[in-house]
């Protein structure tokens, strides 16, 4: 017997829809980033992880001096570029996948889709630095990019997951709390049916 497809709804076409506009503005956003030079690039990775690590010196009172944030901030500023750059893919496969989720497919061909898309972007996008005066394209880079729209999807497809998982729970607990309350209502019912019976039967004795 075969399982009867549910019709989407007209919101789940339009966020579905939007998402694949979002996703055509995300790729002109990560091209905007690529065709910065290599000086311009560098002054705002530099800035970024310097903030990153003085809020995080503000937050939690670890009292460094400025010397030590910039040299902090210095040593993981190549780690946080590969975070953005893994960061920018992930959320690029994520509006993908969701666009494509308008076609019937197994989740496995749908993630794949979205994958697959947004790697071969990555690997143009590498190809377009090799034009960016100082910037060059790096297939590590590519399997670094790709890497995140992968963990991307799975992240996005667990919250998905968790979130219908706590939905159901509470539709459980409502459902047990709405039987609980109805068997107390009729308990309540048969007793006060008890009660009128009883006041009943001494008037017909009398």
């Known amino acids: 017997m075969e399982k009867t497809k549910t019709k989407p709804s007209i919101k789940q076409v339009l966020l579905r829809n ?6 055509i503005v995300w790729m002109c956003v990560i ?5 910065q030079d290599k000086e311009e690039s560098g002054a705002v990775s530099e800035s970024f992880t310097y903030r990153v690590v003085s ?4 937050f939690f009172h670890l009292d460094m001096n400025d010397a030590r944030v910039k040299e902090i901030a210095d040593s ?7 975070a953005a750059h893994m960061t920018e893919y992930g959320i690029l ?3 993908l996948y969701i666009w494509i989720g308008q076609w019937p497919m197994s989740f496995l061909r749908r993630w794949g889709t979205a994958f697959g898309a947004a790697t071969v972007y990555a690997a143009t996008d590498e190809i377009h630095q090799l034009f960016v005066a100082g ?3 790096r297939f590590t880079d590519v399997c670094i990019d790709g890497a995140g729209a992968a963990l991307g999807i799975i992240v996005f497809v667990l919250l998905v997951r968790a979130k219908k998982l706590v939905q159901a729970a509470k539709a459980r607990k409502q459902e047990k709390e709405a039987r609980k309350l109805e068997k ?4 309540q019912e048969k007793m006060q049916q008890e009660e009128q019976q009883e006041t ?3 008037h017909k004795e009398e």
């Open 55 to 58: 809020s995080t010196n503000f």
């Open 135 to 137: 910037r060059s394209g």
């Open 200 to 202: 009943v039967e001494p």
């Open 18 to 23: 939007l998402a694949g506009i979002f996703a």
């Open 76 to 82: 993981i500023e190549g780690f946080v570029r590969k």
């Open 184 to 187: 107390e209502e009729r308990k």
């Open 93 to 95: 496969s994520v509006l």
């Open 31 to 35: 091209f905007a980033f690529s065709a």
